[in-house]
């Protein structure tokens, strides 16, 4: 079983930057795309960024310039480098990997940005 692991959450100021990552274990086989995603309570949950296994990257409009999605595919890990955050950015983010047929997710690293 594949397990994915979160870490690098916290509290930062406006303007501030964070680097959030994502760990898989467990019995890997292929990782496919992977993507991050955040969560306001009470919100659906909306997609932020995606890489395909070549390195092809996607964000979304409201990161776009400000956040960059990376991946170690020899270490089956992935990191979002976030800059130059904004209250608006606060969230719970989760990663997701698609391993094989599966869709798997991390528990959620909360991410808080406030003075």
């Known amino acids: 079983q594949v397990q994915l692991v979160e870490s690098g959450g916290g509290l930062v100021q406006p303007g501030g930057s964070l680097r959030l990552t994502c760990a898989a274990s467990?019995?890997?086989?292929?990782?496919?795309?992977m993507a991050w995603y955040r969560q306001v309570p009470g919100t659906q949950r909306e997609w932020v960024a995606d890489?395909?296994?070549?390195?092809?990257?996607n964000y979304s409009d409201s990161v776009k310039g400000r956040f960059t999605i990376s991946r170690d595919n020899a270490k089956n890990t992935m990191a979002l480098q976030m800059t130059t955050l904004k209250p608006e950015d606060t969230a719970v983010y989760y990663c997701?990997?698609?391993?094989?047929?599966?869709?798997?997710w991390g528990q959620g690293t909360p991410v808080t940005v406030s003075s």
């Open positions: 890489i395909t296994s070549g390195g092809t990257t």
């Open positions: 467990g019995t890997i086989f292929m990782i496919y795309a």
């Open positions: 997701y990997m698609r391993h094989g047929s599966s869709d798997l």
